[in-house]
């Protein structure tokens, strides 16, 4: 049934200019929220180039600190030229650069296992810490602050030779350490800060040519049958003559110099390069009453 009377009310009419008006507002919305996305993806874009950017001036400015690197001054001023002092030679230094990925980088098994598995090398062989520890070891002895020190020879395993001053600060955490070594291996030397002097270079082979004449080389094995006290060993030794030390800077092997004299061992134990060192020089530094 229809009803028979109208219903109470006007009907309201749509507004077709407002409907009109909303459809063009809700336009222009949508136009802006693209706007606000472009620019968002923009700046988005902008932090990641300048965290690019950024990336990259943070290297230029690791590489600017790696052009000079500190000396110590005092051991600078200890260190007598003309009196009997120590030499030590590290043999067989992993200390090798290779390009990795887009930039050169001195190889170490804990970072680049996978990439010498590929070139077919042996990641154990590639241990730079050592050569690190022991060039610590020497550096920072009361031996070398007492100007006993004459001279820092180390040989890498692939036969570069290079020559670092007593007067070194060399750098305490790996990383710096593996950057000073990629820019002297890539540079051939390195010098002081402010300086013109070169506080480490590489060198041209033998190293006897740079060694004393009257000088005693001396090696350490723990192959070698002859067992000693060290601090026996340079008791007998005279006051006057310059000591040459060859220590392996290697994980495993052996040195084999023709120009080493004596082959000994301090320790019924296999001991590290830094431990061998750290004996070498504390019986040094009784026998020279050095505190």
């Known amino acids: 049934m229809v009803r028979p009377y109208a219903v109470k009310g006007r009907k309201r009419k749509k507004n077709k200019t407002e409907r009109y008006d909303k459809e063009e507002d809700e336009e222009e919305n949508l136009g802006f929220v693209e706007e606000e996305e472009e620019e968002i993806e923009e700046g988005e874009k902008n932090k990641k180039l300048k965290g690019t950017e950024s990336d990259e001036e943070k290297a230029e400015a690791a590489a600017q600190e790696l052009v000079g690197i500190p000396v110590n001054l005092n051991e600078e001023v200890g260190n007598d030229k003309n009196a009997p002092g120590v030499i030590f030679v590290l043999e067989k230094a992993s200390l090798e650069v290779a390009k990795v990925g887009k930039s050169y980088q001195l190889l170490n098994s804990e970072d680049h296992a996978n990439f010498l598995r590929k070139n077919n090398r042996n990641p154990a062989e590639y241990r730079p810490d050592i050569s690190h520890q022991a060039i610590l070891n020497i550096l920072d002895s009361p031996l070398n602050k007492a100007g006993r020190l004459k001279a820092l020879y180390v040989r890498t395993e692939k036969g570069v030779l290079f020559e670092i001053k007593p007067h070194v600060r060399i750098p305490r955490t790996f990383k710096r350490f593996a950057g000073i ?111």
């Not at 004393?212 to 060993?233: A, C, Q, T, W």
């Not at 052996?254 to 004596?262: A, G, R, S, V, Y």
């Open 181 to 291: 070594m990629l820019q002297l291996l890539q540079k051939l030397s390195i010098s002081a800060v402010g300086k013109r002097e070169k506080l480490m270079r590489v060198i041209k082979n033998p190293v006897t040519q740079y060694l004393p004449v009257n000088s005693r080389k001396i090696g350490f094995s723990h192959s070698s049958e002859k067992l000693v006290d060290m601090h026996d060993y340079v008791a007998t030794v005279d006051k006057d003559a310059t000591l040459v030390f060859v220590v392996g800077a290697m994980a495993h092997g052996k040195i084999e110099n023709d120009f080493i004299e004596d082959f000994i061992s301090i320790s019924g134990y296999p001991l590290s390069a830094a431990y061998c060192i750290t004996r070498i020089t504390n019986a040094l530094e009784r026998k020279h009453k050095i505190l």
